[in-house]
Nanobody, 119 residues
Framework: QVQLAESGGGLVQYGGSLRLSCEAS????????MAWYRQLPGKQRELVAS???????TYADSAKGRFTIVRDGTANAVILQMNSLKPEDTAVYYC?????????????WGQGTQVTVSS
């Protein structure tokens, strides 16, 4: 069973930084794509950043220039370094892993970690 364990959320002031970490277990190969999503209260979950094991990276416009996603393909871990945080970044952040299984892509999710940015 694929499991994702996240850590690193918390409370930070406007302009501060946080580092979110996520490590997958139950997988014996390099996960094709790992990503970070976030969900603001009352809104749908949205992509923040993703990176595949070929190095291709995608960022949401809101994350460009402030957030950096880093993967450790050997360890199936992904880090989201968040700088210059703003109150509008306040959300629950989720790690995800896309794995091809049983003839289709499956997305697995972590439990989420709260990030709160105070003004």
């Amino acid at each position: 069973q694929v499991q994702l364990a996240e850590s690193g959320g918390g409370l930070v002031q406007y302009g501060g930084s946080l580092r979110l970490s996520c490590e997958a277990s139950g997988v014996t190969f390099s996960i094709p794509t790992m990503a970070w999503y976030r969900q603001l209260p009352g809104k749908q979950r949205e992509l923040v950043a993703s990176k595949n094991n070929g190095g291709r990276t995608t960022y949401a416009d809101s994350a460009k220039g402030r957030f950096t996603i880093v993967r450790d393909g050997t360890a199936n871990a992904v880090i989201l370094q968040m700088n210059s945080l703003k109150p509008e970044d306040t959300a629950v952040y989720y790690c995800s892993a896309n794995i091809w299984r049983s003839g289709e892509w499956n997305t697995f999710w972590g439990q989420g970690t709260q990030v709160t940015v105070s003004s």
